[in-house]
């Protein structure tokens, strides 16, 4: 741990903090106020890790590997429908914004976004790319008008 304890913890799925609870092994995959863990894709809380003998095959991380594999297979299946409604929904709002080529169009579609049937974190991705292409064509928002205009050329500029 210490200063390098985010660059180790940050890109790794689970990591557990392995302990003897009086003469059973455990490992834990849910941070506690004495040590740091991390669990996802299902697993999490504390395991029991059974004593092995010579004839017991050592396959605890391999099991916890198939089970998170498991686990993300079940998670893709219910999230398919969501991600094709946000898949389609992206283009579609993708093609939109392209199509922009006025302050009036910027504005009309500026009232639309919020209107469609979002999916996701798509609403926030199709904003932020809205206001990519508005700035990149130099159309700023004006508070009063409650519309989008043309932004200014500064004084002095040709």
């Avoid at 455990?26 to 092995?52: M, S, V």
């Avoid at 929904?89 to 392209?98: G, R, T, V």
Wanted: one cysteine or more; charged letters at 30%; aromatic letters at 10%.
């Amino acid at each position: 741990e210490g200063a390098v304890r985010n660059i180790v913890w940050q890109p790794c799925d689970f990591g557990g903090f392995m302990q003897m609870i009086g003469n059973q092994r455990t490992i834990a995959f849910t941070p506690d106020q004495e040590y740091f863990a991390k669990g996802c894709f299902g697993i999490e809380g504390i395991r029991k890790l059974k004593t092995l003998k010579e004839t017991d095959a050592n396959d605890f991380i391999s099991k916890l590997f198939e089970e998170a594999r498991a686990n993300i297979a079940k998670e893709s299946e219910v999230f398919a429908p969501i991600r094709e409604k946000y898949d389609a929904l992206m283009a579609q709002a993708s093609a939109l914004i392209e199509q922009i080529d006025s302050p009036e169009a910027a504005t009309a579609l500026a009232d639309a976004i919020p209107k469609m049937d979002h999916a996701l974190t798509s609403l926030t991705e199709i904003k932020a790319m809205f206001r990519d292409k508005c700035s990149a064509l130099g159309y700023v928002w004006d508070k009063g008008a409650k519309s989008f205009k043309e932004r200014e050329a500064e004084e002095g500029q040709a």
